[in-house]
């Protein structure tokens, strides 16, 4: 993986866990606050690149990638990429996508609720295997 990718889901991680790491540092938290307008936009990079390499790499080389700590970390950053990618760029796929079909707009507030109860631990997860994928 290009080192642009994990250093775009450790900013979507740290974006999904902001709510905690404002609480614990206001530096930190001031600066994150200065992203949150593109948080939508971050979302769905997150949910597209993770997609496109969950597909269309990892499935092919699926044995291979469990054999080694990278691969699995890379593995285990693609999931996370989704499902916070999912989270962050919920309003604006339900604004541009999903307004025009009520069930569908349903069972995406549902799945949003659902994964936006655990959003701070997917993003120290993602955080954190995006910077273990990094550095493996």
């Given at each position: 993986m290009d080192i642009l990718i994990p250093i775009l889901a450790i900013i979507g991680g740290l974006l999904a866990a902001s709510s905690l790491i404002a609480q614990?540092?206001?530096?930190?938290?001031?600066?994150?606050?200065?992203?949150?307008?593109?948080?939508?936009?971050?979302?769905?990079?997150?949910?597209?690149?993770?997609?496109?390499?969950?597909?269309?790499?990892?499935?092919?080389?699926?044995?291979?990638?469990?054999?080694y700590s990278a691969g699995l970390f890379s593995l285990i950053m693609q999931i996370l990429m989704i499902l916070v990618g999912f989270i962050l760029?919920?309003?604006?796929?339900?604004?541009?996508?999903?307004?025009k079909n009520e069930t569908a707009q349903e069972k995406g507030a549902q799945?949003?609720?659902?994964?936006?109860?655990?959003?701070?631990?997917?993003g120290i997860a993602l955080a954190i295997c995006a910077l273990l994928a990094l550095i493996l």
């Open positions: 614990k540092s206001q530096d930190a938290g001031n600066a994150l606050k200065k992203l949150a307008p593109y948080q939508g936009v971050i979302g769905v990079i997150l949910l597209i690149l993770g997609l496109y390499y969950f597909l269309f790499h990892s499935l092919a080389h699926l044995g291979a990638m469990m054999k760029s919920y309003g604006l796929l339900s604004e541009k996508l999903l307004s799945a949003a609720r659902k994964l936006t109860s655990i959003q701070i631990p997917l």
